[in-house]
């Protein structure tokens, strides 16, 4: 929803020495409770990180915004237009 409203690519990039306990789709797009997505820019990573550690809040960094497109782990690049001009036109298109 960020890249769609912003019009600005995603590269998303999971460690694959961590182990999930969910599928990787139920991971990225998994709305649980206590679980947040911000952006920052790069400078305000390391404090980020830092005060989340400071206090004991489990935090990773899953990747950095630019571009066009959408990547995960460097597969599947989607343009970030196409896929808003789908999202914005499926129920046009639907009830057509």
Do not use: C
Not at 29 to 48: C, M, T
Not at 68 to 91: D, M, P, R, Y
Request: charged content about 15%; cysteine-free; glycine content about 12%.
């Amino acid at each position: 929803e960020m890249a769609l409203a912003s019009d600005i690519g995603v590269m998303v990039t999971t460690d694959p020495s961590q182990a999930y306990a969910e599928p990787l789709h139920a991971w990225l797009f998994g709305e649980d409770q206590g679980r947040y997505l911000i952006a920052v820019p790069e400078g305000g990573v390391d404090p980020i990180l830092r005060a989340a550690a400071g206090t004991g809040v489990p935090v990773r960094r899953i990747g950095t915004t630019g571009g066009a497109v959408i990547t995960v782990n460097g597969q599947g690049a989607v343009s970030v237009a196409e896929l808003k001009a789908l999202h914005e036109n499926w129920l046009p298109v639907y009830m057509a």
